[in-house]
């Protein structure tokens, strides 16, 4: 399977402060990305899709660079709950058609008072 | 209420001891999966399921079963516990398998502990 690589962090960023981070993918035949994010012990939850260049949702904002192979995201006006673990995810492909998603490790982000 | 549910969410077992872990979705998903989570290592797929009675590997399948004979059920089988099966546990399922909408909705977690 192709990988999808993100840094680990922890990014340690000041309450309201804009943060930004990036997730590279090495499959080109990849359409559509996904931002989960997962608190301490929970589960996975979608955050954002990206199908096309980009995808704002209030103060999150996805970007992908199908050129570069990679996607950002993007968190504006920083809120402590804003801590968290955010997975980056690309479909996997094999033969034929998709087969499920790959997911980065995880970058761990916490938002400081 | 949508929701994918698993049970157990707790479980602690001996080595060799078959277990089941059952996981059940109410949203008519065709597409369903089981993933495991440990430290430094992310979310890696077992197995997933397109449709009733299709089953594949994922990318860490060794040790693990899987059966889908109904549509709302995906239970993960460990024939023979081995410490090394110790993880946290997610089932998932999501409703276009093979479209760009791909987003997967997880259940709470199975942690499992293998002595």
């Known amino acids: 399977r192709k990988e999808v690589e993100q840094d680990p962090g922890p990014f340690n960023v000041p309450e309201g402060a804009t943060v930004a981070f990036n997730c590279t993918y090495s499959?080109?035949?990849?359409?559509?990305f996904f931002w989960y994010r997962q608190d301490c012990r929970k589960e996975p939850k979608l955050l954002m899709s990206?199908?096309?260049s980009g995808n704002e949702d209030g103060r999150f904002t996805a970007q992908l660079n199908r050129a570069s192979q990679y996607i950002s995201l993007l968190i504006r006006d920083s809120k402590l709950s804003d801590s968290a673990t955010y997975l980056c995810?690309?479909?996997?492909?094999?033969?034929?058609?998709?087969?499920?998603?790959?997911f980065g490790k995880g970058t761990h982000l916490i938002i400081q008072p | 209420e949508a929701q994918v549910t698993q049970n157990p969410r707790y479980l602690i077992t001996v080595t060799g001891k078959k277990l089941t872990v059952t996981c059940s979705q109410n949203?008519?998903?065709?597409?369903m999966s089981w993933y495991r989570q440990d430290p430094g290592l992310g979310l890696r797929q077992i197995y997933y399921?397109?449709?009733?009675?299709?089953?594949d590997k994922g990318d860490v399948p060794e040790g693990y079963k899987v059966s889908r004979k109904e549509k709302r059920n995906f239970p993960l089988i460990l024939e023979s516990p081995s410490p090394n099966q110790t993880s946290l546990y997610f089932c998932?399922?999501?409703?276009?398998?093979?479209?760009?909408?791909?987003?997967?909705?997880f259940g709470p977690g199975t942690r499992l502990l293998v002595l």
């Open positions: 998932a399922s999501s409703l276009f398998p093979g479209t760009v909408k791909r987003d997967q909705y």
């Open positions: 499959n080109s035949a990849s359409q559509s």
């Open positions: 990206v199908y096309s």
């Open positions: 995810v690309a479909p996997a492909y094999s033969g034929g058609g998709a087969d499920g998603l790959t």
């Open positions: 949203m008519n998903h065709e597409y």
């Open positions: 399921s397109m449709n009733v009675e299709v089953t």
